[in-house]
Structures are given as C-alpha cells and as structure tokens.
T-cell receptor, first 114, second 114 residues
Framework: AQTVTQSQPEMSVQEAETVTLSCTYD???????LFWYKQPPSRQMILVIR??????QNATENRFSVNFQKAAKSFSLKISDSQLGDAAMYFC???????????FGAGTTVTVRA | DAGVTQSPTHLIKTRGQQVTLRCSPK?????VSWYQQALGQGPQFIFQ???????QRGNFPDRFSGHQFPNYSSELNVNALLLGDSALYLC?????????????FGPGTRLTVL
C-alpha cells in the first residue's frame, strides 16, 4: 500500500518569510512521481509542483521549490517570500507508473501573517 | 483553455437517495479520475475512467459507480446514500500516457447527506 505522511498539521509564516513543509512516503517502486497540491478555502485543488523520481535535480516553480531525498523517501516543499495568497491547505501526493491513483497525505494548513 | 468543470457545486440529499455528479475534463484530456475528500482530510481515490472503461478502482463499495462518455466527460453515481457519504467529490483529468501525466482537478461538488 502506498502511504504519504505529512507530520505538520499546521504551519504559520510571516509574510515575505520562508516556510518548509515536510512529506515522507513509502514505496517499493523505483519509478514514481511526487506532487504538491494547494487547496485554498475555495476548494479548488491546484498543482504547485511536480517531481519525477528518476530526476536528481530538485524541481522549482517560481517561489516554490522542493528538496527531494530519494534514499530517505522525503519530499519537502519550500515556499519563499510568502504571500497572503499562499494561505491554504497543502497536500503531498504520489503515484507510480503501475498505479493510476494519486495517494495523498493528510495535508498541512499554512497560515500567512501580515 | 477550459479547465476541469464539475456540476453541481452543492447538493443536499437524504439517506437512501441516489445522486449523480458530473465532470467535464480539461480540453485535450481523455482520462477522468474521481476522489472523495472528507472534511479536514486528504482526497481518497474512488476510480479512474479511460476509453469509457473503469481502469482502476479504490476501496469503495459497489454503491459507487461511474461512467465515461465518448466526449470524455464522466459521471459519478452513488446509490443508497449514507450519512458518511457527505464529502467533497473531486474530479481530476489527465492524458493517458502510461500514467505519467499530471492530474488536474476541478472545483469539486459538495455533497451533504441528511
């Protein structure tokens, strides 16, 4: 069974500061894909960033970057220069080429203080 | 470029009733997945459709069924509703490429069972 663990239920960050969200996963597969999705109160699940496991280089999308540690099965998300619009629930998710479904963690609620 | 759309936005039903939720995939996508998200939790995979066939199913009872139409749109049907079926139902679309493609989500349908 695929499992994704997000150990931080809530994180708070000052506007313009940096926050890091942690995620660990468990798989015996060697070829898989990792994602961070953002879900604001509007409920729309929005893709933040995607990482292919075979790529050693960490993915980056503007102010969002990941630290992918394959051996440790860790996939953290760093939000730099935090903005009020970053406030949302963030979900780590994972799937493989042999399993179509996305498996999600329980989520981390990010609050941005003005 | 139209994103994933879902209807209705909200729905209120009583126990024992049946409900149908609808999803239109993002333009160019041919695969639709359905997820159930209970309040405060991560989404749980229900099933995925491609070429009008159910390709994979999660751990949900047979009361949950689906359909995909030739235009790639999809329906989720839930029979004999239970109070525990109250949740946000998310539809995600992707392109069938051996499951390497990212899933993009719609805004969801909030189902309340009384």
């Amino acid at each position: 069974a695929q499992t994704v663990t997000q150990s931080q239920p809530e994180m708070s960050v000052q506007e313009a500061e940096t926050v890091t969200l942690s995620c660990t996963y468990d798989t015996s597969e060697s070829d898989y894909y990792l994602f961070w999705y953002k879900q604001p109160p509007s409920r729309q699940m929005i893709l933040v960033i995607r990482q292919e496991a075979y790529k050693q280089q960490n993915a980056t999308e503007n102010r969002f970057s990941v630290n992918f540690q394959k051996a440790a099965k860790s996939f953290s998300l760093k939000i730099s220069d935090s903005q009020l619009g970053d406030a949302a629930m963030y979900f780590c998710a994972y799937n493989t080429i042999n399993d179509y479904k996305l498996s999600f963690g329980a989520g981390t609620t990010v609050t941005v203080r003005a | 470029d139209a994103g994933v759309t879902q209807s209705p936005t909200h729905l209120i039903k009583t126990r024992g009733q049946q409900v149908t939720l609808r999803c239109s995939p993002k333009s160019g996508h041919d695969t639709v997945s359905w997820y159930q998200q209970a309040l405060g939790q991560g989404p749980q995979f229900i099933f995925q459709y491609y070429e009008e066939e159910e390709r994979q199913r999660g751990n949900f009872p047979d009361r949950f069924s689906g359909h995909q139409f030739p235009n790639y749109s999809s329906e989720l049907n839930v029979n004999a509703l239970l109070l525990g079926d109250s949740a946000l139902y998310l539809c995600a679309s992707s392109l069938w490429r051996g499951n390497t493609d990212t899933q993009y989500f719609g805004p969801g349908t909030r189902l309340t069972v009384l």
